[in-house]
């Protein structure tokens, strides 16, 4: 079998210069930029950023719609997205546009009224490294989960979704070649919804579920046994 | 594991510094430089003094150059400073000729440097025209603007425009800050240092010292602000939020501490007027604190039970993130980089009157579980943000970015 390896990353976050100033300007912007890293970025990217994560609104246009626009309506309907259930950024994108053109036909408002802030769009290099660490087992994975940086976390299990094949995080990916129990606990990783959470509720939530199911040779309170 | 790194650990965890080492182990060796117009005062000396020897710790070759001019060369940057801010500044054709032969000149003192250099990072519009002599540069180089210059004085910004447009990169503080430009515009907040005499835990006994001297009773809430007294840090509103808020009931106090106003005129008019609106309350301490009184601020920011910093416009407002440091909730303005920083309910309230300001004392000062609760976020947030060490890996991946290309992904493991 194949070890784990743990691999980080760390973002560099760039401007692309484009600025909407009202809700009109977001939607012509966006239906001309085709960059599908802007929308990882105003979707995922704010797990790994300095930025407070809003508690009520996960992405960055709903959060912009309700702080800037003072659009609630428009706000809950962006809020409610979720990015892992599209199959490519360029769905999502084509989602938001539908979104706010709904909303720009319900009218009883003026769609060119300038927001308090403009809307930067965004997008990221993410820089990746191998940190040498390898992991045998999923028990000796699962002692580990804790002690796993946020970059580590952000990789396996946010980004991988777009770079593995079948859409999913990395460590579901790795117990599905183990054996039925194991497999078990892939699907339960894999079911995890992360949209509504920061990278270290993601990390507990993750380290719980090792522990539950396959006991305390995954307690990360057992010590490191055989990492290489 | 180095004796500074070690003590950064203690702060952020092991794991922070892990993942700087693998960063730069990459780097390991390059030659990097860094270049302001001072060695002393301001935000940017401060954070490049304790930048350059972490850099180094970590096996990269850093260096800090300064450039030297006259008092026309300051004159001139003095004004393009001004004006990137969006002061109408006008040059004229013979500052800009003197500011390309300062740059000039300093191009040749450095030149041994600078064109060995694999990476360059240029601070501020200063030394922003040595880039024209390094047509067949070997290394990397990258201009760090530290101001906000979203809207600036058009004419100066053509100007210098023609020297930053050829950069590889330019890095700003925060997006509303940036200037469209034709080079990848890379954002990196800045940050505070645990360790500094502003920022590191203090004994109770030197605490109770700054209490005693001011004569602040330590048996009645305190709010406070510290900044320059400057109308765009409002202390008028500051006082007229707290007249409100007393009138309720309260027996607050309120400390507004800042630094010398000597070569600032309007500083001075400013402070008179606030001296004159806090004449007849005693409860009001007034404090004009020497520059190096960095101790004496941590300590006035602790003894406080809630941070106002009230400002009409801000950069991104590091007294924020101070206070938040020390676990105090913030009541802010509305604006700049306050409005990044605190989320209301969380880690404290963003207000747009005194009247606002006023209102969310109240609240805190009523609801002593929600302040403890929210003094907490505030210190977690700090600590996963804006510390010295995320700034320091931003730089890192910067540098691994600008040097690797402008893809989206770049994996080290296939080699640098």
């Known amino acids: 079998m194949e070890s ?10 760039i401007a692309t210069g484009e600025k909407a100033y009202n809700l009109r300007d977001l939607h012509d912007r966006l239906q001309r930029v085709d960059d599908q890293s802007i929308m990882f970025f105003h979707f995922w990217d704010g797990l790994l950023r300095p930025d407070f994560i809003d508690p009520e609104y996960q992405n960055d246009f709903a959060s912009w719609a309700y702080h800037d626009l003072h659009d609630r309506r428009l706000a809950e309907q962006l809020s409610i997205l979720n990015p892992s259930k599209f199959s490519t950024m360029r769905e999502l994108r084509e989602r938001v546009i539908q979104i706010l053109e709904d909303h720009m036909d319900e009218g009883g408002f003026d769609s060119r009224i300038d927001a308090e802030n403009p809307f930067f769009l965004m997008r990221s290099q993410i820089v990746i490294f191998d940190t040498q660490k390898r992991l045998e087992t999923p028990e000796e994975l699962g002692r580990f989960i804790p002690h796993m940086s946020l970059g580590s976390v952000f990789y396996h299990f946010i980004d ?17 070649t183990w054996n039925e129990h194991h497999s078990q606990l ?10 509504f959470k920061s ?3 993601i990390r507990e939530q993750l380290s719980g579920l090792f522990t539950k199911y396959l006991g305390p040779a995954a307690d990360p309170d057992n010590k490191l046994e055989s990492t290489k | 594991m180095t004796k500074k790194l070690e003590k950064y650990a203690e702060v952020v965890g092991e794991n922070i510094i892990g993942q700087l080492r693998q960063l730069a182990e990459p780097l390991r060796g390059m030659r990097v430089v860094h270049i302001n117009s001072t060695r002393e005062g301001g935000g940017v000396a401060e954070i490049l003094h304790r930048l350059i020897p972490l850099n180094k710790e970590l096996g990269l070759n850093a260096t800090w150059e300064v450039i030297t001019g006259d008092a026309d060369f300051y004159q001139c940057t003095k004004k393009m400073h001004n004006a990137l801010q969006g002061d109408s500044e006008d040059i004229g054709e013979k500052l800009y000729a003197h500011y390309e032969r300062i740059n000039a000149q300093n191009h040749e003192r450095l030149s041994p440097i600078l064109s060995q250099a ?6 501020d519009p200063q030394p922003a025209a040595l880039l024209q002599h390094y047509p067949e540069r070997k290394g990397k180089w990258v201009w760090r603007c530290h101001v906000d210059a979203s809207r600036p004085h058009r004419p100066v910004w053509r100007y210098l425009q023609k020297h930053v447009n050829g950069y590889d990169a330019a890095v700003y503080s925060l997006p509303a800050f940036a200037q469209p430009m034709r080079n990848p515009l890379y954002i990196i907040p800045p940050s505070i240092d645990p360790l500094s005499d502003k920022n590191v835990p203090l004994p109770a006994e030197e605490i109770d010292t700054v209490r005693n001297t001011y004569d602040i009773d330590p048996e009645r809430p305190v709010i406070c602000q510290i900044s320059r007294f400057d109308r765009f840090k409002d202390p008028m509103g500051v ?16 400390i507004l501490a800042g630094g010398g106003a000597a070569d600032d005129p309007e500083g001075e008019t400013v402070f008179k007027e606030v001296q004159a609106a806090a004449a007849h309350d005693p409860d009001i301490h007034l404090l004009m604190l020497p520059p190096d009184a960095h101790r004496t601020i941590n300590a006035l920011q602790r003894i406080a039970d809630i941070v106002v910093q009230k400002s009409l416009k801000e950069g991104f407002g590091l007294t924020v993130t101070e206070a938040l440091w020390k676990g105090k909730p913030v009541i802010g303005g509305n604006v700049g980089g306050i409005r990044i920083q605190v989320v209301n309910h969380t880690n404290g309230f963003l207000v747009n009157s005194p009247e606002g300001a006023a209102l969310r004392i109240r609240y805190l000062l009523s609801h002593a579980d929600r302040m403890v609760a929210m003094g907490k976020n505030a210190k977690a947030f700090v600590i996963e943000n804006y510390l010295l060490t995320r700034h320091l890996r931003e730089y890192l991946t910067l540098m691994l970015a600008v040097l690797k290309g402008s893809r989206d992904r770049i994996e080290l493991s296939s080699g640098f």
Not at chain 1, 160 to 176: I, K, M, P, Q, V
Not at chain 2, 118 to 123: A, K, L, M, Q
Request: proline share 5%.
């Open chain 1, 4 to 13: 784990f390896k743990i691999i980080d990353c760390a973002l560099s976050v």
């Open chain 1, 160 to 176: 991988a979704c777009r770079r593995t094949r079948s859409g999913h995080n990395d460590f579901s990916e790795w117990l599905w």
């Open chain 1, 186 to 195: 892939g699907n339960a990783i894999a079911s995890m919804d992360p949209y």
């Open chain 1, 199 to 201: 990278l270290l509720e």
């Open chain 2, 118 to 123: 694999d990476f360059v990072v240029i601070h």
């Open chain 2, 239 to 254: 006082i007229k939020a707290y007249q409100i808020a007393k009138a309720f009931g309260p027996p607050l106090q309120l």
